[in-house]
T-cell receptor, first 113, second 114 residues
Framework: AQSVTQLDSQVPVFEEAPVELRCNYSSSVSVYLFWYVQYPNQGLQLLLKYLSGSTLVKGINGFEAEFNKSQTSFHLRKPSVHISDTAEYFCAAGRAAGNKLTFGGGTRVLVKP | GAGVSQSPSNKVTEKGKDVELRCDPISGHTALYWYRQSLGQGLEFLIYFQGNSAPDKSGLPSDRFSAERTGGSVSTLTIQRTQQEDSAVYLC????????????FGPGTRLTVL
């Protein structure tokens, strides 16, 4: 069984400041890792994913994440946030081809002017 | 191209009634998933279809929940004898079915059971 933990349920941050959203996973097998974003009243949109190879993954909208196998983490970062980054962010893990995703509890980011 | 679509966008029903939720996946995607998003439980996997294989039903919370996928495309999630705890947003996603393939989500159906 696998589980995903997002350590912060809410993260307030000022505009143009950096943000880091923490995600830890546990799994007895290799996993694929994803970050999704959900804007208010919208569906989930993929930000980035890690399958293999380089541990630093770059995604859309200036986000990046680093896979750390020894710490079983996949933290998401953005060096300078905008008001439009206000949303809920979900970390997820999957295993074999096309398999189901296990989601973390989500982190709500509120960007303040 | 067109994304994943779901209907209805909102459904209000009375306790004890049956409901059907529909999902149209992205054309050509062989894998289809249903998830549920609720305040108390977060995002939970419900069921997964891959091609002609038997579906993975391991996430269905009770035997009141069932789903089918006709012709390898459209899927319907049926909830019988709805309960108030079934109130949630039901999300459908589809993917190519390849390893690590991105799951593309629909906008969801918000179900409210009175």
């Amino acid at each position: 069984a696998q589980s995903v933990t997002q350590l912060d349920s809410q993260v307030p941050v000022f505009e143009e400041a950096p943000v880091e959203l923490r995600c830890n996973y546990s799994s007895s097998v290799s996993v694929y890792l994803f970050w999704y974003v959900q804007y208010p009243n919208q569906g989930l949109q993929l930000l980035l994913k890690y399958l293999s190879g380089s541990t630093l993954v770059k995604g859309i909208n200036g986000f990046e994440a680093e896979f750390n196998k020894s710490q079983t983490s996949f933290h998401l970062r953005k060096p300078s946030v905008h008001i439009s980054d206000t949303a809920e962010y979900f970390c997820a893990a999957g295993r074999a081809a096309g398999n189901k995703l296990t989601f973390g509890g989500g982190t709500r980011v509120l960007v303040k002017p | 191209g067109a994304g994943v679509s779901q209907s209805p966008s909102n459904k209000v029903t009375e306790k004890g009634k049956d409901v059907e939720l529909r999902c149209d996946p992205i054309s050509g995607h062989t894998a289809l998933y249903w998830y549920r998003q609720s305040l108390g439980q977060g995002l939970e996997f419900l069921i997964y279809f891959q091609g002609n294989s038997a579906p993975d039903k391991s996430g269905l919370p009770s035997d009141r929940f069932s789903a089918e996928r006709t012709g390898g495309s459209v899927s319907t999630l049926t909830i019988q004898r709805t309960q108030q705890e079934d109130s949630a947003v039901y999300l459908c996603a589809s993917s190519s079915g390849l390893a690590g393939g991105t799951q593309y989500f629909g906008p969801g159906t918000r179900l409210t059971v009175l």
